[in-house]
Nanobody
Framework: QVQLVESGGGLVRAGGSLRLSCGASGRTFTTNTMGWFRQAPGKEREFVVAINWNGGRTSYADSVKGRFTISRDNQKNTVYLQMLSLKPEDTAIYYC????????????????????WGPGTQVTESS
C-alpha cells in the first residue's frame, strides 16, 4: 500500500518558521514530481509548491514565493517544505502529493494532477 505521511506541522508565532517533511512508504517517488497543497477552513485546497523528480525544477504559488522553499532527498524518499516568515493566511492543513507519471516537470498546480496524497498536517500561525 502506497502511503505519504506529512510531519512537522504545529503552532507557530507570527513571522516564525516551520519545516514540513513528507515521507513515503510502499513505493519510492524518486522519479516523480512531488507537490505541497494546503487547505484553510472553508476554502478549497490550493497549490503551494512543486518539485520535479531530481529537484532541478520548482514551481511556487505567488503567495509563498520568497518565503517557502521545497527540496527533496531521493535517497531518503522524502520531500521537505521550509516555511519562513509565516503569516496568518498560511494557517491551513498542508498536504503532500505525488504524481504517478515519472520524469515530469514541476509545473503541475491542480489537485487532479496528483495521484497520491498524504493525510495532511496542521499548520497554525498564532498572531
Amino acid at each position: 500500500q502506497v502511503q505519504l505521511v506529512e510531519s512537522g506541522g504545529g503552532l507557530v508565532r507570527a513571522g516564525g518558521s516551520l519545516r514540513l517533511s513528507c515521507g513515503a512508504s510502499g513505493r519510492t517517488f524518486t522519479t516523480n514530481t512531488m507537490g505541497w497543497f494546503r487547505q484553510a477552513p472553508g476554502k478549497e485546497r490550493e497549490f503551494v509548491v512543486a518539485i520535479n523528480w531530481n529537484g532541478g525544477r520548482t514551481s511556487y504559488a505567488d503567495s509563498v514565493k520568497g518565503r517557502f522553499t521545497i527540496s527533496r532527498d531521493n535517497q531518503k524518499n522524502t520531500v521537505y517544505l521550509q516555511m519562513l516568515s509565516l503569516k496568518p493566511e498560511d494557517t491551513a492543513i498542508y498536504y503532500c502529493a505525488a504524481r504517478r507519471e515519472s520524469y515530469s516537470d514541476s509545473n503541475y498546480r491542480n489537485v487532479n494532477d496528483y495521484d497520491y496524497w498524504g493525510p495532511g498536517t496542521q499548520v497554525t500561525e498564532s498572531s
